[in-house]
């Protein structure tokens, strides 16, 4: 008989009346623009059950599975104010490009954005809670959600070749840290790839040197492409996977755009030369109708090799198109 995933679990007591409610201080303390949708409710629930109730005094490692587009950041942010009660204080947020960090930035500490995620006034047992950027967690304030931002590479990087006024490993001793993996199946370079000697360190290594450099040390993961079919994947989350929000159930659940599929037996190019011209008409389209508009064409390839071998085809091909 095959195993649960840890999401369904937790969902045999959500039927059967076992779920825990979702704190309240937790939608006051995110932004009044935020109306929270249902499924970003269970969210929170499934967290709270788990945290409460099932761990077990394991030490918490969780992943969310969720659709690109249904509010991860958002669950970011109200973890941290569930977690903040629990008495944590230092946060560590990383993901691996360098632009997704500064729209997280935005996020979580610019009140004037129309995107800010906390409240104007952000209280929690009645005291006001400033929010501050860190770059490491050598002396943090004990009042505040103190938040440091990096890049996997860099993290990685840091705890390899230690620097001054840097992350080293003695920040995730001796402090109770929250790690907040954003695209989380960038770090799984161990696990897909099997074993390595001790000297050939990962990402995904160093993430786990921080996780377990402290019994008290939380990792909460969010991804919107987990390959649950991979084996070792599989075997690596069960216990893990906490909310399962995948793409196709956000679309039947109606918050997201519908979308076609359009199916063709051309190669690459003639494909792609397709694809072009929906893409101008669609364009055309839109002029005729006084909108400016810059349509977008995202061209995939299964493999890097794959991608730069039709790389060199694409322009060849596109230079020698005629009307």
């Not at 809670?129 to 967690?137: L, Q, S, Y």
């Amino acid at each position: 008989m095959a195993q649960r995933f840890l999401y369904e679990t937790i969902e045999v007591l959500e039927q059967t009346g076992f779920l825990q409610d979702m704190p309240v201080f937790i939608e006051k303390g995110l932004s009044s623009r935020i109306a929270l949708r249902d499924y970003q409710k269970r969210a929170f629930q499934y967290f709270v059950t788990y945290y409460e109730n099932l761990r077990k005094n394991k030490q918490v490692h969780t992943l969310f599975h969720m659709a690109t587009g249904s509010g991860k950041t958002i669950i970011m942010a109200g973890l941290m104010l569930y977690l903040y009660r629990k008495g944590y204080r230092n946060f560590l947020f990383f993901v691996d490009q360098t632009n997704i960090i500064e729209k997280t930035k935005e996020n979580f500490l610019n009140p004037a954005s129309n995107k800010y995620l906390f409240a104007d006034n952000l209280e929690i047992n009645g005291e006001q809670i400033p929010i501050r950027e860190v770059d490491n967690f050598a002396a943090y304030d004990e009042s505040a959600i103190n938040v440091c931002f990096t890049t996997t590479q860099k993290l990685h990087l840091d705890l390899c070749f230690p620097r001054e006024d840097t992350i080293t490993l003695e920040d995730f001793e001796d402090n109770r840290i929250v790690l907040i993996s954003d695209e989380s199946h960038h770090v799984n370079t161990r696990t897909k790839r099997g074993p390595r000697d001790e000297v050939d360190r990962t990402w995904e290594d160093s993430v786990m040197r921080i996780f377990e450099a402290s019994k008290d040390n939380i990792l909460l993961e969010f991804t919107a492409t987990c390959d649950k079919k991979d084996p070792a994947v599989r075997q690596k989350y069960l216990d893990k996977i906490i909310f399962d929000y995948s793409l196709p159930i956000f679309r039947e659940s109606g918050y997201t755009k519908d979308f076609q599929n359009f199916r063709s037996n051309f190669d690459p190019w003639n494909r792609t030369l397709a694809a072009l011209i929906m893409s101008e008409y669609r364009r055309s389209l839109f002029a005729e109708c006084g909108q400016d508009i810059k349509p977008v064409v995202l061209l995939k390839s299964r493999t890097i090799a794959e991608s730069e071998a039709f790389y060199g085809l694409f322009f060849e091909n596109l230079q020698c198109l005629t009307p």
